[in-house]
């Protein structure tokens, strides 16, 4: 018979990697929230799951089951064969280790699959990840990279992590660059996805000696950083690098790749035109509109924004300011990288 296994012993297990989580919700509730690093193997897609409601709802509860029924044992075979290539203990689970998680963990179990429910289902590791996040702290010291738009701090950020650098990449995490073009080419995650995502790396990073984090406004893109995370930014060391405008250019060019996402940039620019002087928000509006995207980049770092860059820095004192010529991405990942090794000894 399979067991149940309560929140609190996955999450703080000593061999986490010998379970396998696995969501049986339907495709859209996984993609709405579910435990970072799970698979998706839903015991109905969406229409099954809208068709068994509403039989729950409007016939019976038996009619519902009835149908379930029919469904989950035409596919059965292939059901079981998705399970059997996912090595590791199998932990299933759906929203509240009800009676889909239920099915299918009885089910692996006749097939001999070794399996445990999670008790409580995801909502148990949402409410999990709420708590946390209300009385968690980020001890280690925190360094922060800034800067004007285009010195590549994100890239930094991600080099830095590659060389074994303690990092917290919170637009990695939001999937989403920060800016109001920063949803470009990219799939913003959720508010709850986001969450869950950062409670797992501040949990990752808890006995680093220090974290290196990128300078961020409260909101990226719609997603909204917990305060505690803002507190730590805001006292922590600032690292500001400075870089050739040219080379600011090139690289979010490089970055956004207007060509590819013509359309989106300028949809993006009319939302933002009004804060800019009416003659230069015309000139880069038919920059862009004309695929002149060097000139739209250069005159948006310079008549939007730079000037909001220099009024945020006003709010750091001087002892908190180190700064970091570079001419590009290169040099400015070796400046920080020395900067760190010379305060901290990395293991």
Not at 19 to 35: A, C, H, K
Not at 94 to 111: E, F, I, P, Q, Y
Not at 226 to 249: L, Q, S
Request: with cysteine; net charge neutral; hydrophobic share 35%.
């Amino acid at each position: 018979m399979f067991k149940d296994l309560k929140i609190d012993e996955l999450l703080h297990s000593q061999d986490k990697s010998k379970f396998s989580l696995i969501d049986v919700r339907s495709p859209s509730e996984y993609q709405e929230m579910t435990i970072p690093g799970s698979f998706n193997i839903p015991l109905f897609d969406d229409i099954e799951r809208a068709e068994v409601g509403t039989l729950y709802k409007r016939v019976s509860v038996q009619s519902a089951k009835d149908r379930g029924l029919e469904i989950v044992a035409a596919k059965l075979p292939e059901f079981i064969k998705q399970f059997n290539q996912i090595e590791g203990d199998k932990v299933v689970f759906c929203w509240r280790g009800g009676m889909r998680s239920k099915t299918t963990a009885t089910v692996l179990d006749l097939m001999g699959i070794k399996t445990f429910r999670l008790q409580g289902g995801v909502r148990s590791y949402r409410h999990w990840v709420i708590q946390t996040l209300e009385k968690v702290e980020i001890k280690p010291k925190a360094y922060v990279l800034n800067g004007g738009t285009g010195t590549g701090k994100t890239a930094i950020l991600k080099r830095l992590e590659k060389e074994g650098y303690p990092t917290l990449d919170l637009e990695g995490l939001a999937n989403h660059r920060g800016s109001i073009f920063g949803q470009i080419g990219l799939v913003s995650q959720n508010q709850k996805t986001f969450e869950a995502l950062l409670v797992q790396d501040i949990e990752r990073l808890h006995s680093s000696p220090f974290i290196l984090l990128e300078a961020e406004s409260k909101r990226i893109g719609k997603l909204l950083i917990p305060d505690f995370v803002m507190e730590k930014k805001a006292y922590g060391t600032h690292i500001f690098i400075e870089m050739p405008m040219e080379e600011r250019v090139r690289h979010i060019l490089e970055e956004y790749r207007p060509w590819d996402h013509h359309e989106e940039c300028v949809n993006a620019f009319c939302k933002i035109k009004k804060h800019i002087h009416t003659p230069i928000a015309a000139q880069i509006e038919a920059d862009l509109k004309s695929c002149n995207y060097d000139s739209a980049v250069l005159l948006l770092l310079e008549f939007y924004y730079d000037p909001r860059y220099v009024h945020t820095t006003k709010q750091y004192s001087e002892n908190q300011r180190i700064t970091i010529q570079a001419n590009d991405v290169d040099e400015a990942v070796e400046a920080v990288g020395r900067l760190l090794k010379s305060a901290f000894t990395l293991s």
